[in-house]
């Protein structure tokens, strides 16, 4: 096995952390904050004429203030599917319409609330740590089969090592995102 392989193996398990952070990062952007965000809605599926449709390839979704989120349907007959969507995806939020649009409110969290957030976060958090884990073993394992196969004992060892400082960084990229994610939930 060629130095040449071995670090496109590299290069390919630090492909699968970066995936695994930006997995992190639209898992953190449905949680909520207190503060409106369209992101929310990211997976709401609406009935549009008897299929499942994301809610973005049927209506227009905003932000009017910090704590309001505005869905414009680009057709009026759409605005009873989207109420019904949002009432079954239980996102703890009661659509208001007005028969042009449909405005979310989003309340304040309580303070059990912020916490069970926080909580959420941090479970996110460590699914991604155990995904960049996942890869960081498999490239090990590819590393170890490579130095079997004939690789040069010390260049594997450098390997190795190159490896496990690529974990170390999108460990400590995960945990940021998580402190910053708790410092958002947390501050009112």
Do not use: C
């Not at 952007?29 to 992101?39: D, E, I, Y």
């Not at 680009?74 to 405005?103: C, H, Q, S, Y």
Request: avoid cysteine; glycine fraction near 6%; proline fraction near 5%.
């Amino acid at each position: 096995m060629s130095l040449e392989e071995v670090n496109d193996f590299i290069n390919k398990a630090s492909d699968l952390m970066e995936h695994a952070l930006g997995h992190l990062e639209h898992e953190l952007g449905k949680v909520r904050t207190g503060k409106a965000s369209p992101a929310m809605l990211d997976g709401l599926l609406v009935s549009y004429y008897g299929s499942p449709t994301p809610l973005q390839q049927v209506a227009n979704v905003g932000t009017a203030d910090s704590r309001t989120i505005t869905i414009k349907p680009w057709e009026r007959n759409m605005l009873g599917p989207i109420e019904k969507a949002i009432f079954e995806a239980n996102l703890g939020i009661t659509p208001m319409n007005d028969g042009e649009m449909v405005r979310l409110t989003i309340p304040p969290l309580t303070e059990e609330r912020r916490r069970d957030l926080v909580k959420r976060s941090a479970h996110l958090g460590e699914e991604a740590k155990v995904s960049v884990r996942n890869v960081r073993r498999d490239a090990m394992e590819h590393i170890k089969k490579a130095i079997k196969n004939g690789f040069p004992e010390d260049m594997g060892k450098r390997k190795e090592e190159e490896v496990q400082q690529l974990t170390n960084k999108f460990t400590a990229r995960v945990d940021a995102l998580i402190e910053a994610k708790e410092k958002d939930i947390m501050t009112l």
